[in-house]
């Protein structure tokens, strides 16, 4: 049976790629863009099962609006893919604060909004599931990328609880977490704060730092494997994606798990008694 999708942040990167994985395998898609040039390809491809809507998800009220367009559209909304972000890139004394709150703004409240929109529709229907786009980021950080982090971790504790409360409406939640993909996260889509000198040597040291090209992933690889969650009977509430999330994050909470068992001790004694 074939699904019907909302996919916000649909015009390039992984939303696009995302959409396409769908429609060639015959689902019809809503998809989301600020920039509608950038969907007219799929939208000439495709015809009558694509849907193309101009959305800033920061914009609460259009949000609402193009969730009931796809909904009144095609009937029902079965995979919904809170895909839409960017990078900000600064220290965190370099960060401005409307820098700062604009990155929130996007990838925490912006993702909030479409949730917020589509539960009702799920819930009268008694199913769906929503991907949360999150990052290798939202459980590990890196310098310089601090604001970044901050949204990314917002999400992934929004959406657990979120998994927990709609659980018993049939509606599951599936946070993905992708390492670095060639996509177009780094470059163009970009925001960088206002350098200090201090922090130059920090940026260096990260620039100097190249990949394995065997380490950056395909992003319509990702298109394919997204298939394998949504279709998914019990799909995971986590999953990274990418080689490079896969050696780095056992590590990080092995050393997390030894930090707090080190320091048990104190966690008992600050408990009294």
């Known amino acids: 049976?074939?699904?019907?999708?909302?996919?916000?942040?649909?015009?390039?990167?992984?939303?696009?790629?995302?959409?396409?994985?769908?429609?060639?395998?015959?689902?019809?898609?809503?998809?989301?863009?600020?920039?509608?040039?950038?969907l007219d390809d799929l939208a000439s491809e495709f015809g009558a099962n694509f849907l193309p809507l101009t959305l800033d998800v920061?914009?609460?009220?259009?949000?609402?609006?193009?969730?009931?367009?796809?909904?009144?559209?095609f009937g029902r909304l079965?995979?919904?893919?809170?895909?839409?972000?960017?990078?900000?890139?600064?220290?965190?004394?370099?960060?401005?604060?409307?820098?700062v709150?604009?990155?929130?703004?996007?990838?925490f409240f912006g993702l909030l909004n479409v949730t917020q929109a589509v539960l009702p529709v799920m819930r009268q229907q008694g199913s769906g599931h929503i991907i949360q786009v999150s990052s290798v980021g939202g459980v590990a950080a890196f310098p310089n990328l601090g604001a970044y982090?901050?949204?990314?971790?917002?999400?992934?504790?929004?959406?657990?609880?979120?998994?927990?409360?709609i659980a018993g409406f049939g509606i599951k939640v599936t946070i993905v977490e992708p390492g670095p993909f060639g996509t177009d996260w780094a470059?163009?889509?970009?925001?960088?704060?206002?350098?200090?000198?201090?922090?130059?040597?920090?940026?260096?040291?990260?620039?100097?730092?190249?990949?394995?090209?065997?380490?950056?992933?395909?992003?319509?690889?990702?298109?394919?494997?997204?298939?394998q969650?949504?279709?998914?009977?019990?799909?995971?509430?986590?999953?990274?994606f990418g080689t490079m999330p896969t050696h780095i994050v056992p590590q990080l909470y092995a050393s997390r798990l030894k930090t707090w068992s080190d320091w048990d001790h104190v966690a008992k004694a600050a408990n009294g008694g």
């Open 187 to 227: 470059g163009s889509s970009a925001v960088h704060a206002t350098p200090q000198p201090q922090y130059e040597p920090l940026r260096q040291a990260m620039a100097s730092r190249q990949l394995p090209p065997e380490l950056i992933g395909s992003p319509a690889a990702a298109g394919s494997a997204l298939l």
């Open 101 to 107: 709150r604009y990155q929130m703004e996007v990838n």
């Open 1 to 38: 049976m074939s699904k019907i999708w909302f996919i916000t942040g649909a015009n390039r990167g992984f939303g696009k790629e995302f959409a396409r994985a769908a429609l060639l395998r015959g689902d019809k898609v809503a998809a989301t863009g600020r920039n509608p040039a950038g």
């Open 58 to 73: 920061t914009d609460r009220q259009a949000v609402f609006a193009a969730v009931a367009a796809a909904a009144k559209a």
């Open 229 to 240: 969650i949504v279709d998914a009977a019990a799909p995971p509430l986590r999953v990274l």
């Open 149 to 165: 982090h901050a949204s990314k971790w917002a999400v992934e504790g929004l959406s657990e609880s979120l998994a927990q409360e």
């Open 78 to 99: 079965d995979v919904v893919v809170n895909n839409a972000g960017y990078g900000l890139f600064g220290a965190v004394e370099e960060v401005s604060i409307d820098e």
